[in-house]
């Protein structure tokens, strides 16, 4: 695999596969890194590689012309190679494409830098837009290295073991088990004793179960994708999980403490600034205590569920009050009488 590295900074990224695994592929001619400066082939004499944005608006725009001449020139060494313009608008980067690029003989990641790249660069080098998430980045290096990292690491002979990769988090559509080493004991924390059996069958039943409750927990949303069995979808359901609750975003927020001003209105405006939409809201002072049930929308939020459960969490420490936000399936299940 030939990583092809277009950037106006390519000194952060030459060092980035001088470690651990990586850099004993690069030895081994498995892996091979070539950084590009874009800024190597301007055409102006200062060799400037940006310029202001038509229309007005802060900040500066990536010139299309050293941008086509730096590809070209990779496209003379690896010919077939597609073009990855690492963008926050561009679709999620997922096990499933780091397999798919993994395939691949030859990659050329294009490195962006302040407000953007001219669209038209774009699309005379046919880059396809790929995002490492929903932030913002002061430039596509990072980007571009967690890519490397990630197809690297599946090119064959790149891991000790063939195997190693194939329970990876996402690679069956679900979070990884958690591990587990020597020694057995640690700070009174045992090993769970299934996996000191050496009975193979259970160990993979044990395994199965716990990366099935881990995605329930913390991303719903992938077993909607995942290739789940009859055997699966029992467990799950005494779990608690039905087919659709991780696609229907709908949560419950409670809020319990002693009353005081402000409490409603802090929350409230957390919500908005989330956009979360309050469906149904439901609020009582019994001797002095305030409870408050919310029913939400969380379809237009785009932060995970977890981070917005601890950020609610915070708030309430800070407002004084207990403050949690559950899945309404979670929610009933836990009080389903």
């Known amino acids: 695999m030939v990583f092809h590295v277009l950037s106006l900074f390519p000194q952060m990224v030459a060092g980035c596969m001088d470690f651990s695994v990586i850099k004993r592929a690069v030895e081994s001619g498995l892996v091979t890194l070539d950084c590009i400066d874009i800024r190597a082939f301007s055409s102006s004499k200062r060799s400037q590689a940006d310029d ?97 990292d990630s197809v690297s690491r599946l090119v064959p002979g790149v891991l000790g073991k063939e195997e190693s990769h194939q329970f990876d988090s996402f690679s069956d559509g679900l979070l990884e088990y958690p591990q587990y080493t020597r020694p057995p004991v640690f700070m009174g924390r045992e090993v769970p004793e299934v996996l000191l059996s050496g009975h193979h069958k259970n160990v993979d039943s044990w395994r199965r179960k716990q990366s099935l409750a881990i995605t329930l927990k913390r991303r719903p949303d992938l077993l909607e994708k995942a290739d789940l069995g009859k055997s699966d979808l029992k467990y799950l359901s005494e779990l608690g999980y039905k087919k659709g609750m991780g696609s229907a975003l709908k949560g419950i927020i409670t809020v319990i403490g002693k009353d005081q001003m402000g409490i409603i209105a802090r929350v409230c405006t957390f919500l908005s600034g989330e956009g979360i939409n309050i469906l149904d809201i439901s609020q009582t002072i019994v001797q002095g205590y305030f409870t408050m049930m919310m029913i939400v929308d969380l379809d237009s939020v785009s932060k995970r569920f977890e981070e917005l459960a601890e950020s609610l969490r915070v708030l309430g420490e800070e407002i004084g009050v207990q403050a949690k936000l559950q899945h309404e399936d979670i929610f009933n299940s836990m009080h389903r009488i």
């Open 52 to 148: 202001a944005p038509y229309g007005g608006g802060a900040g500066m725009v990536m010139s299309a012309q050293p941008i086509v001449a730096a590809c070209a020139s990779a496209k003379e060494k690896s010919k077939e190679a597609p073009v990855i313009y690492l963008s926050p608008r561009g679709e999620p980067f997922t096990q499933r494409m780091a397999e798919e690029l993994a395939r691949e003989s030859a990659l050329i990641l294009l490195c962006g830098h302040y407000e953007g790249i001219d669209e038209r660069a774009l699309e005379e080098i046919g880059a396809r837009e790929v995002s490492i998430g929903d932030f913002v980045l002061t430039g596509g290096e990072i980007a571009a290295m967690a890519v490397m």
